[in-house]
């Protein structure tokens, strides 16, 4: 692989939580914008309104008013882009709480390793000294 396309995997992979929620935000506003119409106060009425409606109307095989509803796919979308980056989000959480946990495991062990590797110099130091005398 070259060097660019390690940048550009590495950029992708650093920032595809962001790109994941920014790629649902817009899917979702273009589902709002394609919504037929109607909510639960006029039945009669077109667009979504944010005041108005739900999100749960995008999803809806037919619109309020009645009509065929086409923001439902762009919802959809949207939807499972926005799940994405949820599920990239937790497992880069965990990985990095797994992460943290075994190097907190390795130090102490280290730790460990160099208090007994230090006791058991000075016992031979100790002990090559007082052959000396």
């Given amino acids: 692989m070259t060097n660019r396309k390690l940048q550009i995997k590495q950029m992708i992979m650093q920032y595809s939580i962001l790109l994941c929620m920014v790629i649902s935000l817009i899917l979702m506003l273009i589902a709002t914008l394609v919504y037929p119409g109607g909510s639960l106060f006029d039945k ?12 749960s109307n995008l999803f809806a095989e037919k619109a309020i008013n009645g009509k065929v509803n086409s923001s439902k796919i762009w919802a959809i979308i949207g939807m499972v882009f926005h799940s994405v980056g949820y599920g990239v989000f937790f497992i880069n959480t965990a990985l990095r709480i797994v992460n943290y946990q075994l190097s907190i495991y390795l130090n102490k062990l280290f730790k460990n390793i160099t208090v007994l590797k230090n006791l058991h110099r000075d016992i031979f130091l100790r002990r090559k000294v007082s052959l000396n005398f």
């Fill in 44 to 55: 009669n009425s077109t667009g979504f309104e944010w005041s108005k409606n739900f999100i």
